[in-house]
C-alpha cells in the first residue's frame, strides 16, 4: 500500500500521523504542503476522491 500525506512537520498530529504510517511499513510519499501546496486541480481531486465538500474537512 502507499498513500501521500499533505505534512506540516511543526503539527504534532501529522508528526504521529507520518510516524504511524511508516511504523507499519507503510510506504509514504510526503508533501510538506506549506513549502509546495497542492493547486486546484489536485484539490478537485483529493475531494473527489474524499467525497466530500471542503467545509466538511475544516476544523
Do not use: A
Not at 501529522?14 to 493547486?39: A, C, D, F, H, W
Request: hydrophobic residues 30%.
Amino acid at each position: 500500500m502507499s498513500v501521500t500525506i499533505y505534512h506540516n512537520p511543526r503539527c504534532s498530529k501529522s508528526r504521529q500521523t507520518l510516524q504511524l504510517l511508516t511504523g507499519r511499513g507503510i510506504e509514504t510519499r510526503v508533501v510538506e504542503y506549506l513549502k509546495t501546496p497542492p493547486s486546484y486541480k489536485e484539490l478537485q481531486r483529493i475531494m473527489s476522491l474524499l467525497k466530500k465538500q471542503p467545509r466538511e474537512l475544516m476544523r
